[in-house]
């Protein structure tokens, strides 16, 4: 019913910077959170950034504060992650999550809705 889309990721040498965009598309609500997570080789799947709905409520993992912002088009279904100062340790699958809710999680579990993933690359 829900479909998420990830796009804009590639390979970036280090310190360089990438957006990505997550476009939901299908039945969407009303009041949900959208999250981004990343799995790196041999690695778990890791939090990495979420906004809610409206205002101001965001949360970021410590790793990426101060490099990476989460942001999001409502009347688009869409939400961005621009990534700045990137590591080769950044390199990993990047996931799109959606939840109905609007308060922000920071669990995998928590959310109901998936993306299948874009590839980010950081070189040396």
């Known amino acids: 019913q829900v479909q998420l889309v990830e796009s804009g990721g590639g390979l970036v040498q280090a310190g360089g910077s990438l957006r990505l965009s997550c476009a939901a598309s299908?039945?969407?609500?009303?009041?949900?959170?959208m999250g981004w997570f990343r799995q790196a080789p041999g690695k778990e799947r890791e939090f990495v950034a979420a906004?809610?709905?409206?205002?101001?409520?965001?949360s970021y993992a410590d790793s990426v504060k101060g490099r990476f912002t989460i942001s999001r088009d409502n009347a688009k279904n869409t939400v961005y992650l621009q990534m700045n100062s990137l590591k080769p340790e950044d390199t990993a699958v990047y996931y799109c999550?959606?939840?109905?809710?609007?308060?922000?999680?920071?669990?995998?579990?928590?959310?109901?809705?998936w993306g299948q993933g874009t590839q980010v690359t950081v070189s040396s």
């Open positions: 999550a959606l939840r109905r809710y609007n308060i922000v999680a920071v669990t995998a579990t928590a959310y109901e809705y």
């Open positions: 906004r809610g709905w409206s205002g101001s409520s965001t």
């Open positions: 299908g039945r969407t609500f009303s009041n949900y959170a």
